[in-house]
């Protein structure tokens, strides 16, 4: 009940989060300066997946992050100085290099097929 | 029990002969005429006269056909107890035997368990599907220590579990050794933090009230477990015959829940009926199926938004009033807010920031009315701080919220006017789009990652659906750990569909009480499936061969991703905190190198076991081999690598 209570909170408190990530992205965000590979390994090491999943699908401890990340400026903003649940991730242990590259990371995750598409989601 | 009468403990020779008396009890033991005895006794069971006046005869009684425990059997037949879980031990070895020869092993059938947890979390969701307590037997103080931490699960969830705990109180009669290790003064003082009840029974009339009485408590709202301590004595002695002149099994008469004051009822439905945004909030208030029914009528009247915090299956999930996943902004626009059996009120209308400041805030609009109808405030302890932090509400019912909703909704009806009933129905069609735009949204969602190794929750979630949709299923896990993908893309219909969690939040439950749930679930031939943590399963994965002996068919598809992951998070958190290093996370927190194959811990277990799958695209076939097998009656497992959450 306590893990219950813990990610009703989270998924509350990141529902602002999750309505942004969601919506659609803006037509022309510019190309992130990071490396994808790269961005994909610090994803890894850095432990963004664990709430957030391999591929930022999200879930019930963090909202969606791919394949429409916040614009660069907004997502690091975030990082930086979360508002809500998140911790955060200041330069001393995320350099902006590396956070470009998970941008990348992100923005390089494909389009999830429609639901429409897949006959288990119809 | 050899004894030589001279020393004998419980002096059962002096008087044996009365046994006949004992007609107070039809059909049980102590109705039963006299029996022939052992040589040293007259066939009515009486001292051979002369025999104490000639005391160089040393004669050992060595048998009796009457012991105490046979006439606690009768009163747990009484109680119509279908199961009694456990571990075998010494200390209740007596009333053991009673059960499989005396009682013949029905009513209760004795249960084979590997741990003293895994029985206790067994009987919980046993009872939350079966909605009658199976009995617990826990050996000395090993036994009910093993068993604590279930036990205070089942009393954080308001459960009953009925336990009866072995022990030899008369320190002059324990066996050297062991047996004083396993003794103790005051056996439920173990737990009693922790339960609503206890005793401990010097002789079987006594045995025979407590036992009722626990039975009677234990069932009553707020429900909770319960011991009765059983002493070896009592149990393996002879019943002597001025007792079992005097024994019967006391007539069990079972408590009203307690409804709400009628005064508070005509004040919540007032402020519901006049609420512009009125908001019904669901924990652990069905009880039985009646629950489910009573809310749906309700919501109706009100056309309200219902959220399910799922202590309990609540609601229909594709009730078109259900808007769980949409709770954040309904909490915040609320005017009024209905709270059923909830765990946790203050943490329903609060946010909590934890940040290296720890910070909270009101997450409802000032002036926001509250209503609050649990039992749970008719019941409280102390030391253990379950019971979270004070909710400042405006109508606090000490009652049970399931048996209190009739009266709730008749008042509702009888005040609703032409004028609210219109604004009910605009209410009404908001809210029906809202619910289907979530529902489609949770399938545009779970279409993210599909294809991802490891394999996403969601597609874990929409496989197991796929192959249990057309059947009489049940979910006897805790479901929370996938994100809620079950919940989003599953339809939860009836009572038994999903059983709630643990309540204590203590890592151990899910195994058991998946076993648990599965078992009261056979004698309706439902299909029960359980989303098992990797973690939690390796805490008494013995339970699995439980279900392999006694023939209980579950599904076991493995949420493996590896790891104590809440705690990863966890560690992260820290690490950013003090940002020495957010890299290792992974020590002291995951279950890899070497990973664990869960498969072949199953197959050892007598489990039908596949795995590890991590490409998706094997799950489908793999689970419809492992129903296979669960159709069949036997239970199976499927171990999946997964994404975290």
């Not at chain 2, 009553?220 to 079992?244: F, H, N, R, S, Y």
């Not at chain 2, 909704?409 to 735009?437: G, I, K």
């Not at chain 2, 002291?588 to 050892?604: E, H, L, M, R, S």
Request: neutral net charge.
């Amino acid at each position: 009940m306590v893990m219950k209570t813990l990610l009703l909170l989270i998924s509350l408190v990141f529902a602002a989060v999750v309505a942004t990530a969601q919506t659609p992205a803006t037509p022309a965000q510019p190309a992130s300066s990071g490396n994808a590979e790269t961005g994909k390994k610090l994803y890894v090491s850095y432990g963004c997946w664990q709430c957030h999943g391999y591929e930022g699908q999200g879930g019930a401890a963090g909202p969606r992050l791919a394949p429409r990340p916040l614009p660069f400026a907004g997502f690091s903003r975030y990082v930086r100085r979360p508002t809500n649940q998140m911790p955060p991730y200041t330069e001393k242990v995320v350099s902006n290099a590396d956070l470009e590259h998970i941008h990348a990371f992100l923005m390089s995750r494909p389009a999830p097929p429609a639901a429409s598409s897949i006959p288990l989601l119809k | 029990m050899a004894s030589k009468h001279s020393v004998d403990r419980r002096d059962f020779l002096k008087g044996a002969a009365v046994t006949g008396a004992a007609a107070l009890v039809p059909g049980s033991v102590a109705a039963e005429p006299p029996q022939a005895a052992a040589p040293a006794q007259s066939p009515g069971g009486a001292p051979i006269a002369g025999r104490e006046a000639d005391p160089a005869v040393d004669v050992e009684v060595l048998t009796t056909d009457r012991p105490g425990g046979d006439f606690m059997v009768d009163v747990l037949k009484s109680l119509n107890i279908d199961y009694i879980a456990s571990n075998p031990g010494s200390s209740f070895r007596g009333i053991h035997e009673s059960i499989i020869n005396y009682g013949n092993n029905e009513k209760p059938e004795f249960l084979t368990c590997l741990h003293e947890e895994s029985s206790v979390a067994m009987a919980h969701a046993y009872f939350k599907v079966e909605g009658k307590p199976m009995a617990v037997l826990c050996h000395g103080t090993v036994g009910l220590q093993h068993a604590a931490m279930a036990i205070y699960n089942a009393y954080c969830d308001r459960v009953p579990v009925y336990i009866l705990a072995g022990n030899t109180l008369d320190a002059t009669m324990r066996r050297p050794g062991v047996e004083w290790a396993h003794s103790v003064q005051d056996a439920a003082s173990m737990v009693r933090d922790f339960i609503k009840w206890d005793d401990n029974p010097v002789s079987l009339p006594h045995f025979a009230e407590s036992a009722v009485r626990a039975y009677k408590i234990a069932m009553t709202p707020p429900m909770m477990p319960v011991v009765v301590v059983i002493d070896g004595g009592l149990q393996e002695d002879p019943i002597p015959p001025e007792i079992a002149a005097r024994l019967r099994v006391p007539k069990l008469t079972t408590a009203t829940p307690p409804q709400g004051d009628s005064g508070a009822v005509a004040e919540a439905a007032r402020l519901l009926v006049n609420a512009q945004n009125p908001v019904i909030v669901a924990d652990r208030l069905a009880r039985t199926p009646a629950g489910i029914t009573r809310l749906v009528e309700l919501a109706e009247a009100l056309q309200a938004p219902v959220i399910d915090q799922r202590g309990r299956m609540n609601f229909p999930s594709s009730h078109p009033l259900n808007q769980s996943e949409s709770g954040g902004p309904l909490i915040a626009n609320a005017d009024v807010i209905l709270g059923l059996e909830l765990f946790d009120f203050w943490g329903t209308v609060s946010a909590f920031r934890d940040s290296l400041h720890r910070s909270s805030r009101s997450r409802i609009k000032p002036g926001t009315r509250l209503i609050s109808i649990t039992a749970s405030d008719l019941f409280s302890k102390s030391n253990f701080q379950d019971f979270q932090r004070y909710p400042e509400v405006d109508v606090a019912m000490a009652a049970d919220a399931e048996a209190t909703l009739p009266a709730l909704t008749e008042a509702v009806r009888r005040l609703v006017t032409d004028d609210r009933r219109r604004a009910f129905q605009e209410r009404r069609s908001r809210l029906e789009q809202a619910h289907a735009r979530e529902r489609e949204a949770a399938r545009t969602e779970a279409a993210v990652a599909w294809d991802a190794s490891p394999i996403s929750t969601a597609r874990m979630a929409a496989e197991i659906w796929a192959q249990i949709r057309n059947d009489d299923w049940s979910l006897v896990s805790e479901s929370g750990n996938i994100s809620g993908w079950a919940n989003r893309l599953w339809n939860f219909d009836k009572h038994y569909r999903h059983l709630g969690d643990s309540g204590g939040a203590g890592v151990g439950y899910g195994a058991p009480a998946a076993v648990g749930g599965a078992l009261a679930n056979k004698k309706y031939g439902r299909l029960s499936v359980n989303i098992q943590g990797d973690g939690d399963l390796l805490y008494a994965p013995g339970v699995l061969w439980t279900a392999a002996h006694h023939r209980i068919p579950l599904l076991t598809v493995m949420h493996n991703n590896r790891a104590y992951h809440q705690e990863i998070m966890h560690i992260q958190r820290m690490a950013n905190r003090h940002q020495r290093g957010i890299t290792r996370w992974n020590i002291g927190t995951t279950i890899d190198n070497p990973n664990v194959d869960f498969a072949k811990v199953a197959q050892g277990l007598g489990v039908y076991a596949e795995g590890p799958i991590t490409n998706p695209r094997d799950l489908g076939p793999a689970l419809q081999r492992a129903l296979a097998v669960v159709r069949k009656g036997e239970p199976a497992l499927v171990d999946v690598v997964t994404q975290p959450r």
